[in-house]
Nanobody, 116 residues
Framework: QVQLVESGGGLVQAGGSLRLSCAAAASGRAFSSWDMGWYRQAPGKEREFVARIMRSGGSTYYADSVKGRFTISRDNAKNTVYLQMNSLKPEDTGVYYC???????WGQGTQVTVSS
């Protein structure tokens, strides 16, 4: 059974950085064929798209709110996708979820809190 396991969340001051990781356990070589992404959900709000990386790693897409500050990447040899978050703002606070697009699969989420 494939599972997505996020890590790297925490508490950081505004302007700081965090790096999230998402390991696809028990995925084997299939990981390299998946488009992967990150979503987030702030308290009282709906889950929203943050970033996406295509299977080859050559194409990436970002929400306007994070462009220029966040970078999504992947290491297919490690079955892991990353989200480097720089210049964090209080409005970046939320639970961050790793996602496999097709077929849909979600991780359990990791909390990111940015203090002002």
């Amino acid at each position: 059974q494939v599972q997505l396991v996020e890590s790297g969340g925490g508490l950081v001051q505004a302007g700081g950085s965090l790096r999230l990781s998402c390991a696809a356990a028990a995925s084997g070589r299939a990981f390299s064929s998946w488009d992967m992404g990150w979503y987030r959900q702030a308290p009282g709000k709906e889950r929203e798209f943050v970033a996406r990386i295509m299977r080859s790693g050559g194409s990436t897409y970002y929400a306007d709110s994070v462009k220029g500050r966040f970078t999504i990447s992947r290491d297919n040899a490690k079955n892991t996708v990353y989200l480097q978050m720089n210049s964090l703002k209080p409005e970046d606070t939320g639970v961050y979820y790793c996602n496999r697009f097709v077929p849909a699969l979600w991780g359990q989420g990791t909390q990111v809190t940015v203090s002002s």
